[in-house]
T-cell receptor, first 109, second 115 residues
Framework: KQEVTQIPAALSVPEGENLVLNCSFT??????LQWFRQDPGKGLTSLLL?????REQTSGRLNASLDKSSGRSTLYIAASQPGDSATYLC????????FGAGTTVTVRA | SQTIHQWPATLVQPVGSPLSLECTVE??????LYWYRQAAGRGLQLLFY??????ISSEVPQNLSASRPQDRQFILSSKKLLLSDSGFYLC??????????????FGPGTRLTVL
């Protein structure tokens, strides 16, 4: 059974600082890993998908890496802004998405 | 572009009452469809998924059921709600094909409170 862990559970940083969010998974037999953003009371917004054959994906200020051999993925958000405040979830896909509990980020103005 | 709709947005129901939540996708054909539940302190859990009309796979034994009467319509039902059914219900879709490219897109969710 896939277990996905996200550390830290919560993070508070001043505006402009770079964010580093960690995700680890126990079963490396995944097809891809997906990062999501969730605002309070809202659905999930897909940020990045990294296929198992890829090592990283970039979209604007976001960069995600994937190391299947060590069972780790990291999401980097450059030059954080107050609008980046949200909960960030990672999920590994084998035949279904297995989610971590998320990292709640607060960016202080 | 593709859009996913869920309704209702919020629902308060008594224990023992029936439930019907609806999800529809626009702008794509033959999608994979998923129902998830997000309960406080338990994270996101896959309930059902469907790869085609009338094809439903259940992940968690419970008093919920799902149906897919049309290609882009997915319905979550219950005959008798339990207190433990309270939560945030999310529908998602993905394109058919290469599982490595299976990117899932989520709807706005339905907040269900069972009293």
């Amino acid at each position: 059974k896939q277990e996905v862990t996200q550390i830290p559970a919560a993070l508070s940083v001043p505006e402009g600082e770079n964010l580093v969010l960690n995700c680890s998974f126990t079963d490396s037999a995944i097809y891809n890993l997906q990062w999501f953003r969730q605002d309070p009371g809202k659905g999930l917004t897909s940020l990045l998908l990294i296929q198992s054959s890829q090592r990283e994906q970039t979209s604007g200020r976001l960069n995600a890496s994937l190391d299947k051999s060590s069972g780790r993925s990291t999401l980097y958000i450059a030059a954080s802004q107050p609008g980046d405040s949200a909960t960030y979830l990672c999920a590994g896909f084998d035949y279904k998405l297995s989610f971590g509990a998320g990292t709640t980020v607060t960016v202080r103005a | 572009s593709q859009t996913i709709h869920q309704w209702p947005a919020t629902l308060v129901q008594p224990v023992g009452s029936p439930l019907s939540l609806e999800c529809t996708v626009e702008g794509t054909s033959n999608p994979n469809l998923y129902w998830y539940r997000q309960a406080a302190g338990r994270g996101l859990q896959l309930l059902f998924y469907s790869v085609g009309i009338g094809q439903i796979s259940s992940e968690v034994p419970q008093n919920l059921s799902a149906s897919r009467p049309q290609d882009r319509q997915f319905i979550l039902s219950s005959k008798k709600l339990l207190l433990s059914d309270s939560g945030f219900y999310l529908c998602a879709w993905s394109r058919r094909g290469d599982p490595a490219k299976n990117e899932q897109f989520f709807g706005p969710g339905t907040r269900l409170t069972v009293l």
